[in-house]
């Protein structure tokens, strides 16, 4: 067993994230996993990524707040507890359009 307490989760800092503070809540370095990595991202009003893609699929939930995903197709607003899954090499962006902070966690397989 692997617990990760969220007052002690370890920060990263990925690259195009901007207004943004991203913790590794399982794998990589908050502990051992074999198959995938959680982390969670605080978006501060008007926080974002570039318009990125990765070649591993995602899975975001948005925990609180309200989430905007913009891809190349379409622009769709989260809400609290709505999800949804990004295709490997599907380009997406991020943001935070209001001005309360938003929660997102985040699943990805290993490559």
């Known amino acids: 067993m692997n617990v990760t307490r969220f ?23 908050a502990g051992r996993s074999d198959a995938l990595w ?9 926080g974002h990524t570039a318009l ?11 925990l609180e707040g309200e989430v905007r995903l ?14 949804v899954r990004l295709a490997p090499g599907e380009a997406r962006e991020v943001s935070n359009p209001c001005n309360r902070p938003a929660l997102l966690l985040l699943a990805m397989p290993y490559p």
């Open 7 to 29: 007052a002690e989760a370890p920060a990263y800092f990925p690259p195009h994230h901007t207004g943004m503070h991203c913790l590794r809540l399982q794998g990589h370095e």
């Open 38 to 46: 959680m982390g969670v991202s605080v978006l501060l009003p008007g």
């Open 52 to 62: 990125d893609a990765s070649p591993l699929e995602k899975h975001y939930v948005v």
């Open 70 to 83: 913009r891809t190349p197709d379409e622009t769709v607003t989260l809400h609290q507890y709505d999800s």
